[in-house]
């Protein structure tokens, strides 16, 4: 339908090269002083690019990110679980990340960055190695971290809506989340170095993240172990685990003020019996 219009320019590459070395082709030939990454099963709201141009006016930011929706919610229950999800790392993670000028991961589906910060960084981008082989996974964690260690700002705008395509299934939805995981975990460590420059909050924020699933899993280890050993039941830390899964999802019911969050309740048992393993 574009091919024919001057103002697009598609870039078709020999083979799959993968998302991170189609990126930098793009970004090479680029010449806007923005650039928006959106993948291929996303769909835009019509305002996106101009509210993501507009937070990105502020010479200081480096990229901004949009809020993320399930565009398949009503198709399963698991489904509706992941827009829930989506809705609480965007608007409780992001959101309050940006309020001390550090989004942690601008998110692939969605992110808009400044040019002249990408072409100084490609290098960096391109070349990073994981278990010394070149790296395929966790690019828009990666990206993030090398626009805050530039000295950038990176945001959030929660009125920026895209609709993404999230997995129906539980097998395509663990291995989306183990590699989310594999890239939290390694790019923390490329982060620590950069937390004494930013917000003490952010501080917190990341060793929260890094430690909470660990000590969860500690918890339900010592709680099998507790069964096993003694036949009782570990009714502490079932209850512990209940009231902050009940406290989490009634603070999202209320400040969404949609009773659907309630629900999200379900995905504590995919959690424990299933990602934290």
Same mark, same amino acid.
């Given at each position: 339908a574009f091919a024919g219009d001057s103002r697009f320019n598609f870039i078709l590459l020999d083979k799959n090269v993968g998302k991170r070395k189609a990126q930098i082709v793009a970004i090479r030939r680029s010449s806007g002083d =923005? @650039? #928006?990454?959106? %993948?291929?099963?996303? +769909?835009?709201?019509?305002?996106?690019?101009?509210?993501?141009?507009?937070?990105? $006016?502020?010479p200081a930011v480096g990229a901004a990110m949009g809020q993320l929706a399930a565009s398949n919610r009503s198709d399963t229950w698991l489904t509706r679980l992941i827009d829930m999800e989506y809705?609480?790392?965007?608007?409780?993670?992001?959101?309050?990340?940006?309020?001390?000028?550090?989004?942690?991961?601008?998110?692939?589906?969605?992110?808009?960055?400044?040019?002249?910060? =990408? @072409? #100084?960084?490609? %290098?960096?981008?391109? +070349?990073?190695?994981?278990?010394?082989?070149?790296?395929?996974?966790?690019?828009? $964690?990666?990206?993030?971290?090398?626009?805050l260690k530039a000295g950038l700002r990176t945001e959030y705008v929660p009125d920026a809506i895209a609709a993404t395509i999230v997995p129906d299934r539980l097998g395509p939805y663990l291995r989306q989340q183990l590699r989310w995981?594999?890239?939290?975990?390694?790019?923390?460590?490329?982060?620590?170095?950069?937390?004494?420059?930013?917000?003490?909050? =952010?501080? #917190?924020?990341?060793?929260?993240?890094?430690?909470?699933?660990?000590?969860?899993?500690?918890?339900?280890?010592?709680g099998l172990a507790q069964l096993a050993l003694?036949?009782?039941?570990?009714?502490?830390?079932?209850?512990?685990?209940?009231?902050?899964?009940?406290?989490?999802?009634?603070?999202?019911?209320?400040?969404?003020r949609q009773l659907r969050f309630l629900g999200f309740s379900l995905h504590t048992f995919i959690n424990v019996f299933l990602l934290l393993p």
């Open positions: =923005l @650039v #928006l990454n959106v %993948d291929s099963d996303t +769909t835009l709201a019509s305002d996106v690019v101009a509210k993501l141009a507009r937070k990105m $006016r502020d809705w609480l790392a965007c608007n409780e993670e992001r959101a309050a990340q940006a309020r001390f000028g550090a989004v942690m991961c601008c998110c692939g589906p969605c992110a808009m960055y400044r040019r002249s910060a =990408l @072409v #100084l960084l490609l %290098d960096q981008y391109e +070349t990073q190695l994981f278990r010394g082989k070149p790296s395929d996974f966790g690019e828009d $964690r990666h990206l993030t971290i090398l626009m995981a594999r890239s939290t975990f390694r790019d923390t460590l490329l982060a620590l170095h950069l937390l004494p420059s930013l917000d003490r909050y =952010l501080t #917190l924020d990341v060793i929260g993240q890094n430690l909470g699933p660990l000590l969860l899993a500690l918890s339900v280890l010592a003694t036949a009782t039941v570990p009714w502490s830390a079932v209850l512990m685990i209940a009231s902050m899964t009940i406290i989490r999802c009634s603070v999202a019911a209320f400040r969404a």
